[in-house]
């Protein structure tokens, strides 16, 4: 009798201990499971946040509410001279009581007085784009300034070389002037 009731105490401690070993593994399994799903949930979080950084940085959309195309990306005569020229930008229609928001959240690089260009705002976009808005009445950022997209900057006007209140845009893309329409009508952001 004694015997067997050893026995039964033996057998009983060694399932518990069977059961502790088993409960540790498990626990252990969880703590890792759990670790991974955290690490995994934060390079998520990374990669999302990284992808909406690359996209607000790049010059997409249009720099006024209204867009009306006055006069296209390509060769065409020259307003003034009436000569055949190659037109770097895109004019919008515009009045000046219109404002000019960034396409792309960036530095800015120029604002004020440019030549031909008149009163004029050049954004760096960090990324080897930059953005020019042209024959502004007024500049409402100032050199240096990080602004997002979407950023007032400035009023439509007619400074410069002009022939009536429009906006002249520019996309330049490692020092090469890009065909804005192919970024107005994108909606990624
Ligand atoms: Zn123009």
Redo the contacts with the bound molecule.
Sequence with gaps: MKTILISLCVFLILIIQHVRIENKQLHDRIYYQNNYITNITTQLHYIDSTRKYVWRHLPIGSPLSLTLIR?KFGNRRDPITRRWTK?Q?L?FKGTIKDTVYSTGAGIIECSGWNHGYGKCIIIDHMNGYKTLYAHLSQCIVSEGMYITDNYPIGMVGSTGRSTGAHL?YEIIYLNQHKDPINFIYLNLK
Excluded: A, I, L, V
Aim: aromatic residues 0%; hydrophobic residues 0%; proline residues 0%.
């Design positions: 006069s037109h930008g004019d002249h």
